[in-house]
């Protein structure tokens, strides 16, 4: 049962959440967390966890109707999608006017349905970003600190060359190398050694099974085995789930009161109930922690909250688009749900772009090679409150996605001029060749320095604080989880040793 009062309260369970619960509790600090997705460790009716990825059911997405998946056609054929039962799923498409975001919903939050991949910024490019973050402690001390956290791992560089799970990587490396582009490995919380066993037939399949965006039955180091057991194993972290949070309350003492709306997995509201503590914790991810704190600001609850609320959101610059491959460069039937290599042309000063190569996992060879780029992209959208639906809505014209599709296509179309070879036009509905309508990695909202100190203390309110994504100004020119991870390393060790925050 939930208390009345915690002395300290993470909302949320994601990357930066897990990093605040975990450090709490080994500081003695009695710490609730309050999750609004489910703990994903029951098995359904086939013996699984998480659903199949080919064949989806409620368990896939959050209250849909009908499966969204990114790659939304192939040959123009809708059959990446299937009709589901709403339901408390994992994976949550949360869709604005302009712009679509996917997040994941769950004990572990975004790492839960993510690709794995544990990229560190150059570091120039990090100290561009958060130029008053001390670049030295961070890539000395916070980044090491985050992969060991997470368990990040490499991949075996001569099993990558003669694997199958890979053939689709090597076949795009090829083509990048023919343009004259270097291509770099990508650490992952993926486990490699599992996967050559996946691969060699001695375990059961996970990412060989084309598991990964509705979760990983195997091998995934998600946050619920890594931080969050950390944390539950001090004795002083406790996890809520399918508590979501609604309003954050100022008491005249200066403690909180989160007003908690309790839900089943259907949907039912069950209860609203009251949590009180003196430390609260912001971890509900870019969008989650940043309506919470616009709607506290324009209804009155939290007055003093700053203008900066709100503002600098970015999609890190996230374009997909696939190329068709020749016929006799065969991807083979097999691909490894989990991305292990990206085309680095971040030093292009014309059009810096980090591309990972993403699998197409269905099982079939598709000819086709796909690939999420990320870009510099200055554009910035803003979250403003709807009063009638009680939510923040995010202000993003299509337009301003306009400059990643030209960074990510004066890239291609080079790799396509070298190897003589074509954009796919069939995967995304429609016949576009660059698909940026969604984003894998919403950034900013409470900026670093702006909407908080440069610690995530918020300004304008006392033992009130960010710890996740919403801390980004809108990019990270890579896959963005390490640096939300090793930034919250930072912040909650100087909030614990500064701000008194004890049982
Ligand atoms: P995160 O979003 O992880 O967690 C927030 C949690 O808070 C969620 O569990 C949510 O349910 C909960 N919550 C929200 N509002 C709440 C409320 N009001 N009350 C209670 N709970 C609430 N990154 C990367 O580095 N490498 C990669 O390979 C990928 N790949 C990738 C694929 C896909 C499909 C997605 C969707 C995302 C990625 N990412 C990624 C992005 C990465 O997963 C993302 O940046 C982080 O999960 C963000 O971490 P946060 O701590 O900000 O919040």
Not at 21 to 47: F, H, K, S, Y
Not at 176 to 200: C, H, I, N, R, W
Not at 354 to 369: C, H, M, R
Not at 460 to 471: I, K, T
């Amino acid at each position: 049962p939930l208390p009345e009062y915690s002395p300290a309260v993470v909302i949320g369970t994601g990357y930066g959440a897990a990093v605040t619960a975990l450090r709490l509790g080994e500081a003695g600090v009695p710490t609730v967390m309050l999750e609004m997705g489910q703990l994903w460790n029951e098995p359904g009716p086939d013996g699984k966890v998480f659903c199949d990825m080919l064949k989806p059911d409620r368990r896939s997405m959050w209250f849909k109707k009908r499966t969204e998946a990114p790659l939304a056609s192939f040959l123009w054929l809708d059959i990446a999608n299937h009709d589901i039962d709403p339901y408390a799923g994992v994976l949550d498409r949360v869709n604005y006017g302009g712009m679509s975001v996917y997040v994941g919903r769950g004990v572990g939050g975004g790492s839960l349905v993510n690709g794995a991949m544990a990229v560190q910024p150059k570091r120039s490019y990090f100290e561009e970003i958060l130029p008053r973050v001390d670049a030295d402690e961070m890539y000395g001390k916070y980044y090491p600190r985050a992969n060991a956290g997470l368990g990040v791992n490499h991949i075996d560089e001569d099993w990558f060359e003669t694997c199958k799970s890979y053939q689709f990587a090597r076949v795009s490396r090829k083509a990048a190398q023919k343009t004259g582009l270097k291509t770099t490995f990508v650490p992952s919380v993926y486990d490699f050694e599992y996967m050559k066993k996946e691969e060699a037939g001695t375990v059961e399949r996970s990412a060989l099974a084309s598991e990964v965006i509705y979760g990983n039955n195997a091998g995934k180091r998600s946050l619920d085995k890594t931080y969050l057991a950390a944390a539950l194993g001090t004795g002083h972290v406790t996890i809520q789930t399918l508590h979501e949070v609604r309003e954050i309350i100022q008491q005249q003492d200066g403690t909180y009161t989160l007003v908690v709306r309790e839900s089943d997995a259907l949907g039912n509201v069950l209860a609203t109930k009251h949590l009180s503590t003196k430390y609260l914790f912001l971890g509900a991810g870019s969008l989650g922690s940043t309506e919470l704190l616009v709607r506290a600001r324009e209804t009155g609850r939290l007055p003093r909250l700053s203008e900066a609320v709100g503002q600098g959101w970015g999609t890190n610059g996230n374009v997909m688009l696939g190329r068709a491959n020749h016929v006799w460069d065969t991807t083979g039937s097999l691909e490894a749900g989990m991305p292990a290599l990206g085309i680095d042309d971040w030093d292009n000063p014309a059009n810096p772009v980090f591309a990972e190569i993403a699998p197409v996992p269905a099982g079939l060879e598709t000819w086709a090679s796909l690939y999420l780029a990320i870009t510099k992209n200055p554009e910035r959208g803003h979250f403003t409150y709807d009063a009638a639906s009680d939510s923040a809505k995010l202000q993003w014209a299509p337009e301003q996605g306009q400059r990643s599709i030209d960074a990510a296509k004066s890239l291609f179309d080079r790799i396509n001029e070298a190897n003589s070879t074509i954009y796919r036009y069939d995967l995304f509905g429609d016949t576009r060749a660059f698909e940026n309508r969604f984003t894998y990695h919403p950034l900013g909202g409470l900026v670093l320095g702006e909407a908080t100190d440069d610690y995530g203390r918020v300004k304008g309110y006392r033992n009130l604080y960010v710890m996740d994504g919403s801390l980004i100004p809108g990019s990270t020119g890579v896959n963005p989880f390490v640096t939300i991870t090793a930034l919250a390393e930072r912040n909650i060790e100087r909030v614990i040793a500064e701000d008194g925050v004890r049982a």
